[in-house]
């Protein structure tokens, strides 16, 4: 069971005002909040042992090397890797993912072709339009149902065997949508290809095993995971992170250097030239703990209350309309007032204290899909509790009649 005013203890922004009121965070899927243990992670690094890793045979050199591999040994565990060199260090999902997508330059051919689907981010949309760009493949997209869902018999029809890489986020970012990636990542392997799933929504609500998925690459950031930004991370299994080339030349990434020829570094280095985020690894590594002793069942467990309650209270607000209405999604709410610009309501509530986000939050085609600018989008965390919604639902009333 989640002791919500116990855990609130741990974060020390939620005793902020904001305009005078006390600050109701609603922008988890945007960036979550950071506990203090993950503070005091980042100060003691720079206090203490703040060096270069992998480098020095000093004694600050050292410890930071090992507080930085232990978080690595962290993260495989909490993503069940097989192997800590699978798990790579990046500044985020989105470095991640142009790491993959940049490496299968030279894998593909023309009229090759790679799954999308209409519920992506940018970040995972942009990337393969550029590597299709690039050798000559064809991006196709897996459609989307009213309620916010894929249509899964089209993806069976998409698939063939020119399929070469199927990519697709775990939890959508502007709905909540939670989709069916171990039927998806099975489907795709009987044609041959290669899954990326974008984890970067599921990991504060899902306890993952990449092994049992059986996926190819998984990427997320440690910013919607109570950790610092800039700091994220791609897995791959190890035959395919063998087959992919390096993403940058540099420092670290090497074996041996001549002006004839370089040769690279085995994994993980390969993938982490230059000097990295080490603090950032480091309190990257706390978080994933932090959320462990909290427990994720637990935390699915809560979020899935606020979202049932949430969805009611707003759902008494005549005119207001939800998108995204699938069984299967996390405590997300993108909904819109009718006649009123999801930008004006977020003027009006943000005012009252309340961070909501507006816009098309990274994921245009869903927007055109519904042919409407964007939406309001309120996302919990174990963090908030049901005053906070509260709250909202009275700020987006207020909003409501000053602006209709
Ligand atoms: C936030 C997000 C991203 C991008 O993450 P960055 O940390 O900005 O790189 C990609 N995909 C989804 C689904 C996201 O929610």
């Not at 799954?115 to 942009?126: D, P, R, T």
């Not at 970067?200 to 990427?219: R, T």
């Not at 930004?229 to 990434?253: A, I, S």
Request: aromatic share 8%.
């Amino acid at each position: 069971m989640i002791n919500v005013q116990k855990i609130r203890e741990d974060f020390p922004i939620l005793k902020r005002m904001v305009n005078g009121k006390p600050l109701v965070y609603f922008d988890n899927a945007a960036t979550s909040q950071t506990p203090q243990i993950v503070i005091d992670a980042i100060v003691d690094y720079y206090s203490n042992y703040n060096a270069n890793i992998h480098r020095g045979v000093h004694a600050l050199s050292q410890e930071a090397t090992d507080a930085y591999e232990q978080a690595r040994k962290k993260i495989q565990k909490h993503f069940n890797a097989k192997h800590p060199y699978e798990i790579i260090f990046t500044s985020g999902t989105t470095h991640s993912i142009n790491i993959v997508a940049t490496g299968f330059t030279n894998l593909l051919q023309k009229d090759d072709e790679i799954i999308v689907s209409a519920l992506e981010h940018h970040s995972n949309i942009v990337p393969w339009q550029m590597l299709c760009e690039r050798t000559g493949a064809v991006l196709k997209v897996i459609p989307m149902t009213e309620e916010g869902e894929l249509v899964m018999d089209v993806y069976d029809q998409l698939l063939s065997s020119k399929t070469k890489l199927v990519f697709v986020n775990h939890i959508s970012n502007a709905l909540g949508t939670i989709n069916p990636i171990e039927e998806m990542i099975k489907k795709a392997h009987t044609v041959g290809a290669a899954v990326l799933i974008d984890a970067a929504q599921s990991g504060p609500h899902i306890k993952p095993d990449v092994q049992a998925l059986d996926v190819d690459f998984y990427v997320a950031s440690a910013h919607k995971l109570c950790g610092p930004t800039g700091v994220g991370m791609l897995y791959g299994k190890e035959e395919w992170l063998n087959k992919l080339p390096p993403y940058q030349g540099g420092g670290e990434m090497i074996e041996e250097v001549t002006f004839e020829k370089t040769t690279y570094a085995g994994l993980p280095h390969k993938f982490e030239a230059g000097t990295p985020n080490i603090c950032g690894g480091i309190a990257f590594g706390v978080a994933i703990d932090y959320m462990n002793s909290i427990g994720f069942d637990d935390i699915a467990v809560y979020e899935n209350e606020l979202l049932e309650y949430g969805t009611k209270r707003l759902l008494e607000i005549e005119g207001l309309r939800i998108y995204g209405t699938s069984k299967h999604k996390t405590s997300v709410i993108s909904f819109n007032l009718e006649g009123v610009h999801p930008y004006d309501v977020g003027t009006i509530v943000d005012k009252l204290g309340i961070a909501v986000r507006t816009g098309h939050h990274c994921a245009q085609p869903i927007m055109d899909f519904y042919q409407i600018p964007g939406t309001i989008r309120a996302s919990f965390s174990f963090y908030n509790t049901k005053e906070e919604i509260d709250a909202l639902v009275e700020a987006v009333k207020k909003a409501k009649m000053m602006l209709s």
